[in-house]
């Protein structure tokens, strides 16, 4: 047969009869492109997953040292104003110094007395619910909740030396150490401690 008469030939083929032996996917072709499909899905799942769970540990450790520091900040103000007494009058400064319990007082309005609402006799510490606790004039009743989730509040007391002291009338530096936790998703804790130390200029003078 020449090729003239083998093109002639070919020319008056069905269409389906020319590609029909090209059309559609063999049973492994799909296969095996469904086994690519599983591990592409796999893998873009997992990559959320690690991303999501990154971004949510980040957020709550920003969250907990946010916290931590706002507490400290909040008992520094306080802390610093002990002893401050323009009138000089008796029994004004450091009242309770323990390791986990600090009380103090100061003549905030110089009025000469301490004010009986408490805003004038102030003590921090932890309680039963893991709370930092601010409390007024010694009364439990006037327990405010400044911080959840504490695990640990300690107070250290320096002289003018910078050398640790019991002695209440001659602490001039409060040391104060708050760490805070929080769960962060999968059974996992995350933990922020802060400190600082805290110069009570008042109670030199």
Not at 34 to 40: D, P, Q, Y
Not at 83 to 88: A, K, M, R, T, V
Not at 132 to 154: F, Y
Request: hydrophobic share 40%.
């Amino acid at each position: 047969m020449n090729s003239k008469a083998l093109r002639y030939r070919l020319s008056k083929k069905r269409p389906d009869e020319i590609i029909g032996s090209k059309a559609g996917f063999t049973l492994a072709e799909l296969l095996v492109a469904m086994g690519i499909m599983a591990i592409v899905v796999t893998a873009i799942v997992s990559l959320f997953t690690s991303l999501n769970r990154v971004y949510t540990t980040q957020g709550v450790a920003a969250g907990v040292q946010q916290v931590t520091r706002a507490g400290i900040d909040i008992m520094t103000r306080k802390i610093r104003m002990a002893g401050f007494n323009p009138l000089d009058v008796g029994n004004i400064g450091i009242v309770q110094a323990d390791p986990d319990r600090i009380r103090f007082s100061f003549d905030y309005d110089g009025d000469g007395t301490i004010a009986t609402n408490g805003d004038e006799d102030i003590a921090y510490l932890l309680n039963e619910n893991n709370q930092l606790i601010q409390q007024k004039n010694g009364k439990s009743t006037s327990n405010e909740s400044l911080v959840d989730n504490v695990t640990d509040l300690t107070f250290r007391y320096l002289d003018a030396d910078d050398l640790d002291t019991n002695d209440r009338d001659a602490i001039r530096t409060v040391e104060v150490s708050l760490t805070v936790e929080e769960p962060a998703g999968r059974d996992k804790v995350l933990s922020r401690t802060y400190s600082t130390r805290v110069i009570c200029r008042n109670l030199s003078l």
